[in-house]
């Protein structure tokens, strides 16, 4: 009875959907998050009669053949990037990426890490670093005397003082763009690494090599739709309802195998 097994696949499948499905929704509020899509292929075939196979001695053969398929797997689960909305918050600190690309941070264990989530903060030495406390690369400094700093489109860091009336550069950031930053590997925290998928980062200046330019002062919104998401989970509650439904009919039917006398 193959319908159990290949039921089974399809419970499967639909409740990693659910689960995709729901780690959107949570993330709702998440600063610069891309929506995850849960992707399927068919399950290898079982070849009852190959197409083509000669089906008589005038060397007929069969046009179609008979296939049975047996059932589904997750083939992905990528990443839908997409631009989120902008919010403005006013804060000196506050960088919205206006486009593609990624804010490099340095992790504890030296390896880079990339981010769109530009909430970043001030540690007690003055330095630029993200919630989590991951310095941005390149690193800034912002003096303890500076009144306020300004970020422009093309990610220079001036600061401006109460003795002086011109600003001082202190820096400039970069963004970094990947051929396939869907291959990015997601490590929690608004944060991924490279992979041999994603290829390696190219550093840029914002608004040169495709990339996007920064905008002081805003937050990049999550990019989850929630009328969507809430159509897929009904679409995958009734896949779930349905696949089940198979198997109590599977049963049923070796059930009556069983009785007959």
């Given at each position: 009875?193959?319908?159990?097994?290949?039921?089974?696949?399809?419970?499967a499948?639909?409740?990693?959907?659910?689960?995709?499905?729901?780690?959107?929704?949570?993330?709702?509020?998440?600063?610069?998050?891309?929506?995850?899509?849960?992707?399927?292929?068919?399950?290898?075939?079982q070849?009852?009669?190959?197409?083509?196979?000669?089906?008589?001695?005038?060397?007929?053969?069969?046009?179609?053949?008979?296939?049975?398929?047996?059932?589904?797997?997750?083939?992905?689960?990528?990443?839908?990037?997409?631009?989120?909305?902008?919010?403005?918050?006013?804060?000196?600190?506050?960088?919205?990426?206006?486009?593609?690309?990624?804010?490099?941070?340095?992790?504890?264990?030296?390896?880079?890490?990339?981010?769109?989530?530009?909430?970043?903060?001030?540690?007690?030495?003055?330095?630029?670093?993200?919630?989590?406390?991951?310095?941005?690369?390149?690193?800034?400094?912002i003096?303890?005397?500076?009144?306020?700093?300004?970020?422009?489109?093309?990610?220079?860091?001036y600061?401006?003082?109460?003795?002086?009336?011109?600003?001082?550069?202190?820096?400039?950031?970069?963004?970094?763009?990947?051929?396939?930053?869907?291959?990015?590997?997601?490590?929690?925290s608004?944060?991924?690494?490279?992979?041999?998928?994603?290829?390696?980062p190219?550093?840029?200046?914002?608004?040169?090599?495709?990339?996007?330019?920064?905008?002081?002062?805003?937050?990049?919104?999550?990019?989850?739709?929630?009328?969507?998401?809430?159509?897929?989970?009904?679409?995958?509650?009734?896949?779930?309802?349905?696949?089940?439904?198979?198997?109590?009919?599977?049963?049923?039917?070796?059930?009556?195998?069983?009785?007959?006398?």
């Open positions: 009875m193959r319908a159990l097994t290949i039921a089974a696949t399809g419970m499948a639909q409740q990693m959907r659910v689960e995709t499905i729901s780690n959107n929704l949570a993330n709702m509020s998440t600063t610069g998050y891309n929506a995850r899509r849960a992707e399927f292929a068919d399950l290898h075939y070849q009852m009669a190959r197409p083509g196979t000669i089906n008589a001695a005038d060397g007929t053969v069969l046009p179609t053949g008979v296939q049975l398929g047996l059932g589904v797997r997750p083939s992905a689960v990528s990443m839908h990037l997409a631009q989120g909305s902008l919010s403005a918050t006013g804060g000196d600190l506050d960088l919205a990426i206006d486009g593609a690309g990624f804010l490099e941070v340095t992790l504890p264990s030296g390896q880079a890490g990339f981010t769109r989530d530009g909430g970043l903060k001030r540690s007690g030495d003055g330095l630029i670093v993200t919630s989590d406390g991951y310095p941005v690369a390149p690193e800034v400094t003096p303890q005397d500076a009144r306020s700093i300004a970020i422009n489109a093309d990610g220079e860091v600061a401006y003082f109460d003795d002086a009336a011109e600003a001082q550069l202190l820096g400039q950031f970069n963004l970094v763009g990947f051929t396939n930053p869907k291959g990015l590997e997601a490590r929690g608004n944060l991924f690494t490279e992979t041999e998928a994603s290829g390696p190219v550093v840029s200046t914002p608004g040169q090599d495709g990339l996007g330019t920064l905008r002081q002062g805003y937050l990049e919104d999550s990019s989850v739709d929630p009328v969507r998401e809430i159509t897929e989970l009904i679409e995958a509650q009734r896949g779930y309802e349905m696949n089940a439904k198979i198997i109590s009919a599977a049963d049923q039917m070796l059930g009556a195998t069983t009785q007959v006398r």
